[in-house]
């Protein structure tokens, strides 16, 4: 996941409780993480390069994954569909398309915007971002496809062809010049992860606990050693890096798990204002991109805190009303419920808006 984890609590063995989490962050990083070539999900980024879009599934393909990968992605796709694809697991070829680290850089520099990506790599990012393209294909097996086999394999069978018919061949575009498909679960694996390290550490003895995964998936049970409960600050993103903007106490109503999802980008201002000419009719008011339109955000929304009765819910609310304010989670939820069999709850415990 590519973060730090931080863990405050107390009650029970304190060395034995932080030993255990430390293994099962682990073993999370070994399923879940895109850099780690043997992890469930990098196999399944893998698995595209052998599919087709439009092909039957093969229930003996795919790859096999552990029982926690298999509900995890179940979860992406419900939760894909559940916020109108504002969520979007498969949105990495999107973000790779407009160089999403070197926009953010030049946000925070003050320095001109490096230019737009042409509109057909942006079209052929966004085919290649789709949800759909994830299939489940038998218990517990997976597939990513690709939706540039089916061109590829049409246009090298072109050659034999063309000379069949005594035309000139048309070339099938060179490897890597279109965008691939690409898997990343980091966004609710840290509100799943936290989950799973503070009910562990309860399991373990801790009378309270406080789980936080990046600063911004956190998970917590009962209350501080003093009874007072837990407090957590949600940044200022219109302010400076240690400004706060409000409090947020947990358990809130029930629901112990909390997301924030934000540009972190401090105080906008020089970035925007040296885009290039001609640049306002793809105008960018932040690097999050928008995985329905395959362009940046321009939702006005700068960062969305949601507490929820479980991490993975809170992650990819935040992420989509960061997208679309306009999601209705009331809906999320009911769906969320319906599909996972348990009572769900929800609520936006902070949301703010970028300073004109």
């Not at 407090?231 to 200022?236: E, I």
Request: contains cysteine; negative net charge.
């Amino acid at each position: 996941m590519g973060t730090r984890v931080d863990l405050i609590g107390w009650g029970g063995d304190g060395m034995g409780i932080v030993n255990a989490l430390v293994g099962l962050v682990a073993r999370h990083e070994d399923l879940w993480s895109a850099y780690r070539a043997t992890s469930e999900v990098s196999r399944i980024n893998s698995s595209h390069r052998s599919s087709v879009v439009g092909a039957a599934p093969d229930p003996g393909g795919g790859v096999l994954v552990s029982e926690e990968t298999d509900r995890l992605l179940s979860e992406a796709l419900m939760l894909a569909s559940a916020t109108g694809e504002s969520f979007n697991p498969l949105v990495g070829p999107l973000v790779a398309a407009w160089d999403v680290a070197a926009m953010r850089a030049a946000y925070v520099a003050g320095a001109p915007l490096p230019p737009a990506p042409a509109p057909g790599l942006v079209e052929a990012a966004l085919e290649a971002s789709s949800p759909e393209l994830l299939t489940r294909v038998g218990e517990r097996r997976w597939l990513l496809r690709d939706p540039g086999a089916a061109e590829r394999a049409a246009l090298s069978a072109r050659p034999l062809q063309a000379h069949r018919e005594g035309t000139r061949p048309l070339r099938a575009p060179r490897e890597g010049t279109r965008p691939s498909p690409r898997l990343d679960l980091g966004g609710i694996a840290k509100g799943y992860t936290a989950d799973a390290c503070r009910d562990l550490a309860v399991e373990l003895g801790a009378s309270g606990v406080l789980v936080s995964v990046g600063s911004s998936s956190i998970a917590v049970y009962g209350t501080r050693a003093d009874s007072s409960p837990w407090r957590v600050g949600m940044r200022d993103p219109n302010g400076g890096e240690a400004s706060v903007g409000g409090v947020v106490e947990l358990p809130a109503d029930g629901m112990a798990s909390l997301s924030t999802s934000g540009d972190n980008l401090g105080p906008l201002g020089a970035g925007r204002a040296q885009m290039p000419p001609g640049a306002p009719s793809r105008a960018r008011d932040h690097h999050i991109i928008d995985p329905r339109t395959g362009e940046p955000a321009r939702s006005g929304v700068r960062q969305v805190s949601v507490v929820a009765s479980c991490g993975v819910l809170a992650e990819a609310l935040s992420t989509a009303l960061l997208v679309d304010p306009s999601v209705d989670v009331g809906d999320v939820v009911a769906l969320w419920s319906r599909a996972s069999g348990l009572p769900a709850s929800a609520r936006v415990v902070g949301l703010e808006l970028a300073v004109p």
